[in-house]
T-cell receptor, first 111, second 116 residues
């Protein structure tokens, strides 16, 4: 009965490949997010969707494309992976007033 | 733009001792403030939050935080730490959007080490 689940937990891939990370929440929240945590633990928002509508799109390379088929799912597709994309990617969901609920993260390593 | 400063990168505390982790924020209006904890290899867990009302907020695991508007601070405290409290702690400030959610901006985190 995991509230926010991400798959896969670990992803090791070569430069230039395309990969996807999936996220699902069963909390009934309207808003979902992707955050990137770098090697120094710094967390930065990438995207946010509210009821399948993109509402936050920070300065992120076009190689990153989020997709939300419904309000319970938010996927992240990354094209032409680069070494600098190596990080932990966190999915989260929220309803105003309750704070965020985070997934356990996807550790992406590009070699 | 909102921002959060956690001045202590790493803190070491003896088990059973008291703890205070500092957090300063910058935000024009009344902020939404949060503390999250991240154990190694895990996601972030919400410890407590402040939206309005009583400036002393109680959270899970025996933590509390006090909102001080005059100092733009939201420090996290615990009277007696346990070895299981060793983790990374993040303070965050939330900006309400037109869509009824908050965009969170996180501090750089404070790593807490507990010594026996």
């Amino acid at each position: 009965d995991t509230a926010v689940s991400q798959t896969p937990k670990y992803l090791v891939t070569q430069m230039g490949n395309d990969k996807s990370i999936k996220c699902e929440q069963n909390l009934g929240h309207d808003t979902m997010y992707w955050y990137k945590q770098d090697s120094k633990k710094f967390l930065k928002i990438m995207f946010s969707y509210n009821n399948k509508e993109l509402i936050i799109n920070e300065t992120v390379p076009n190689r990153f494309s989020p997709k939300s088929p419904d309000k319970a799912h938010l996927n992240l597709h990354i094209n032409s992976l680069e070494l600098g994309d190596s990080a932990v990617y966190f999915c989260a969901s929220s309803t105003l007033g309750l704070g965020y609920t985070f997934g356990s993260g996807t550790r992406l390593t590009v070699v | 733009a909102q921002s959060v400063t956690q001045p202590d990168i790493h803190i070491t505390v003896s088990e059973g001792a008291s703890l205070e982790l500092r957090c300063n924020y910058s935000y024009g209006a009344t902020p939404y403030l949060f503390w999250y904890v991240q154990s190694p290899g895990q996601g972030l867990q919400l410890l407590l939050k402040y939206f309005s009302g009583d400036t002393l907020v109680q959270g899970i695991k025996g933590f509390e935080a006090e909102f001080k508007r005059s100092q733009s601070s939201f420090n996290l405290r615990k009277p007696s730490v346990h070895w299981s409290d060793a983790a990374e702690y993040f303070c965050a400030v939330g900006e309400e959007s037109n869509f009824g959610n908050e965009k969170l901006t996180f501090g750089t985190g404070t790593r807490l080490t507990i010594i026996p």
